[in-house]
């Protein structure tokens, strides 16, 4: 059995649709980074007691502040890398899958059957899928980054409307600086915004 924690937490809030996040940390590294979805922090911490037996939770925002300014960055557009030391709970299989993950780089995608096959069970595809959904790192472990292999965004614990925003974020901010002659190639799509209400 595992030895009492102490789990370090704090709220930041993101740019919508992404919202209010819940993170905590072990002191070797994060365990929890997620969706709050409207969820009291008192029912957040209460979904993770069984995990964590004995574990003492305490609000920090001192332990945690590493991790939000990566996650700003992240969410500016500048920081494409994450540094941070991770301390995920999971079976063997899930903490491959996730460890496969967070290899994919920021702005480009995979497939559930490209991740069976880098974790070396080629048949795997619907647990892939299954570890993917009960990751316990969003967005630092990317599994927005997983769709369908037709290309479809398929489903995401997160939502759809927030795996489609991280994966357009990631390719506006993941390309190329534009050439002076692309300066108005993207001028339409937001011409178009004034007059819809």
């Not at 030895?3 to 940390?25: D, E, K, T």
């Not at 494409?80 to 993950?101: T, Y």
Request: aromatic share 8%; hydrophobic share 40%.
């Amino acid at each position: 059995m595992l030895g009492a924690v102490r789990l370090a937490y704090h709220m930041m809030s993101a740019p919508q649709p992404i919202g209010l996040l819940f993170l905590a940390r072990t002191p070797k590294g994060l365990r929890y980074l997620e969706f709050m979805n409207r969820k009291s922090l008192k029912r957040v911490i209460g979904a993770h007691a069984e995990a964590n037996p004995g574990a003492t939770w305490e609000p920090s925002l001192l332990d945690l502040k590493p991790i939000t300014e990566q996650l700003e960055s992240y969410f500016l557009g500048t920081l494409h890398e994450f540094e941070i030391p991770l301390d995920p709970l999971g079976s063997e299989f899930q903490l491959k899958v996730w460890r496969a993950l967070s290899r994919i780089p920021f702005g480009e995608t995979r497939t559930y059957g490209d991740i069976a096959r880098e974790v070396d069970q080629p048949k795997a595809a619907r647990a892939v899928g299954l570890a993917n959904h009960d990751n316990p790192v969003a967005i630092v472990v990317p599994c927005h980054r997983v769709i369908g292999a037709n290309g479809s965004l398929t489903g995401y614990g997160g939502g759809v409307n927030r795996k489609r925003w991280l994966l357009e974020h990631e390719a506006r901010h993941g390309r190329p600086v534009a050439r002076p002659g692309d300066l108005f190639a993207s001028s339409d799509a937001g011409g178009g915004r004034r007059g819809s209400r």
